[in-house]
């Protein structure tokens, strides 16, 4: 394993089967001798109950998508009403961006944006994984064609020099994180990606942003190594790993200071909803089986 310092299409065939080539695993030996990395991070109390989390649940052929209260773990169906994924709650928690296949064309997606509290999904552009900027204006989408910038309403869109198809993540309007299930997590600033995190042999994504835009989250896939749920400082960009084993998709809680994952607790268990301290010294199992991608975002005014 390597580590890249100052000095990521989705389908779900790809997602079943990076889960299939990890077992839950201890914490493998690094480059640095059998230490494991780590960063500086605050250790709350307990895991986060704020907020609103999405996430997909279901079969992979009838994968819908649910939101469940922290607080208090009670789950309710959204109205999307065809197989989902990829869900991102807006800044705002009003609403949640999500990709479609098209039933025709299960191998093209559109992006689709819902409101939490109900009603029709509107379609926005054709691509996969989207994300939000950070004032909630515009979706980051992976097109053929490249990376864009797409207004919620699909008006108008750009395509982003420097990133490929690759998915991204805005940290700011010119500085971006990128990924696409490869072994490494670039930062693009102004059109120039350069190494932020390599993992040789492992497939890294999806990617978080935590909400000072300070730090990244991250599930890896490894045959080899160890794989899970890591947390990286940009500054330094140096992971931790804070859940070890089978994880898909990590989202930060409002306050920043807790994880969601789809985990997987044994070899033998579904991925199930999991909130794990940004530091791993808690964790607690919120909702049941067959879940994948989460999101977080503040409780909907």
């Not at 699909?154 to 696409?180: I, Q």
């Not at 102004?190 to 935590?210: E, H, I, Q, R």
């Not at 084993?245 to 990590?250: C, M, T």
């Not at 994880?259 to 199930?272: D, G, I, T």
Request: aromatic share 4%; net charge positive.
């Amino acid at each position: 394993m390597s580590w890249a310092g100052s000095t990521p299409g989705h389908t779900q065939a790809v997602r079943r089967g990076m889960a299939v080539v990890v077992a839950l695993l201890a914490v493998a030996a690094c480059s640095n001798g059998g230490a494991a990395p780590a960063t500086s991070v605050a250790a709350p109390a307990a895991v986060s109950r704020a907020g609103t989390i999405v996430f997909e649940g279901g079969t992979a052929s009838a994968e819908r998508l649910y939101a469940v209260s922290p607080a208090s773990g009670r789950e309710r169906r959204l109205a999307v009403d065809a197989a989902s994924f990829e869900p991102q709650l807006s800044p705002d928690g009003r609403s949640v961006a999500f990709s479609r296949p098209r039933p025709a064309q299960p191998s093209v997606s559109d992006v689709y944006v819902e409101a939490i509290a109900g009603g029709a999904g509107r379609l926005v552009t054709t691509g996969r994984c989207p994300t939000w900027s950070r004032d909630g204006r515009t979706l980051l989408v992976s097109t053929a064609i490249g990376l864009r910038r797409v207004s919620v309403s699909g008006t108008a869109s750009s395509v982003v020099p420097g990133a490929g198809t690759r998915c991204a993540l805005e940290v700011a309007p010119d500085r971006l994180v990128l990924w696409d299930q490869q072994e490494r997590l670039d930062l693009l600033v102004a059109g120039k990606a350069t190494p932020l995190v390599t993992m040789a042999g492992c497939t890294l994504g999806p990617v978080a942003l935590d909400p000072a835009a300070t730090r990244v989250a991250f599930t890896a896939a490894c045959p080899r190594e160890t794989g899970g749920l890591y947390v990286a400082n940009l500054a330094a960009a140096r992971p931790m790993q804070v859940l070890a084993g089978v994880a898909y998709g990590a989202a930060w809680s409002p306050d920043g200071t807790t994880l969601a994952s789809a985990f997987r607790p044994n070899p033998n268990a579904e991925h199930q909803l999991w909130l794990i301290t940004a530091d791993g010294s808690a964790r607690r199992r919120i909702a049941g089986d067959i879940v994948n991608a989460p999101t977080w975002g503040p409780s909907p005014r």
